[in-house]
C-alpha cells in the first residue's frame, strides 16, 4: 500500500459516520462494492483542513455491481440496505448498482455511458479525480482503495474536470457546491486544463 493509501485509510478509520456504514455494508457480502465519492473525498477534505469528520457529507455512495440490470434486482437491494441501517444513515446511503448506470445516466446527465464490466472502472467515469475514489471493508477488516485516477488531487485539495472524460455539464454547480464547503479548494477550469 502506497504511503497515501495508507493514509487515506486512516483518515477513514478516524471517521465514525464512514466506518459504521462500511462495517454495515460489509456484513451484506454484496457483489463488487464500494463506498465512494462524497463520504471518502469529503472526509479526506475534514482532516487536511482540520474539519470534524462528517462535516459537509450528505449522504454515502454506496455501489456495486450486478448484471441484473433490472430496477426490480436494485430495488430489492436498496431496501436490503436500507433495513439495516437506523436514521440518519437509513436516508444517507445511497445504493445503485453501477451495472445500470448506463440504462439511466444520459437521459439524466444528457451526457453518453458506455457499459461497464466493475464498480472500479465506473470510478475512472467520476467528474473529476478528487471524486474517483472508492473504498471497501473487506472481511479481514482492510481497507482496499481503488483510485484509477489517483489519489493526488484529494490530498492537495485540487477540484479539476477528469482528463479522461469530457468535462460535466453540471461542472459549475459541483464547484460551487465544493467550493462553499471548502472554500480552501483550488479549482482548475477545463479552459486551464
Known amino acids: 500500500m502506497s504511503a497515501p493509501e ?7 478509520r478516524a471517521d465514525p459516520g464512514l466506518m459504521h456504514v462500511l462495517t454495515t455494508v460489509r456484513d451484506l457480502q454484496l457483489p463488487d462494492w464500494r463506498v465512494f465519492s ?4 469529503q472526509s ?9 469528520a462528517g462535516y459537509g457529507i450528505r449522504d454515502y455512495d454506496l455501489g456495486y455491481f450486478d448484471p441484473d440490470t433490472t430496477w426490480d434486482a436494485e430495488d430489492v437491494v436498496i431496501r436490503r440496505v436500507a433495513a439495516v441501517f437506523e436514521e440518519p444513515f437509513r ?4 445504493v445503485r448498482n453501477q451495472a445500470r448506470v448506463p ?3 444520459p437521459a439524466h446527465f444528457g451526457e453518453p455511458y458506455d457499459s461497464i464490466s466493475s464498480t472500479d472502472e465506473a470510478l475512472g467515469r467520476f467528474v473529476a479525480p478528487a471524486f474517483a475514489v472508492g473504498i471497501r471493508l473487506e472481511p ?14 484529494i490530498f492537495d485539495l485540487v477540484l479539476r474536470p477528469n482528463p ?4 460535466a455539464r453540471d461542472w459549475p454547480r459541483v464547484v460551487e457546491r465544493a467550493r462553499a464547503r471548502w472554500p480552501e479548494l ?8
Request: charge should be negative; proline fraction near 6%; hydrophobic fraction near 45%.
Open 91 to 94: 436516508s444517507k446511503v445511497e
Open 164 to 167: 479522461t472524460r469530457g468535462v
Open 44 to 52: 479526506v477534505w475534514n482532516a487536511v483542513t482540520g474539519r470534524p
Open 140 to 153: 479481514d477488516d482492510t481497507i482496499s482503495v481503488a483510485a484509477p485516477l489517483g489519489l493526488e488531487d
Open 6 to 12: 495508507i493514509r487515506l485509510v486512516q483518515i477513514v
Open 38 to 41: 462524497g463520504a471518502v473525498y
Open 186 to 193: 483550488t479549482v482548475i477550469e477545463p479552459d486551464t486544463v
Open 103 to 105: 440504462l439511466w445516466f
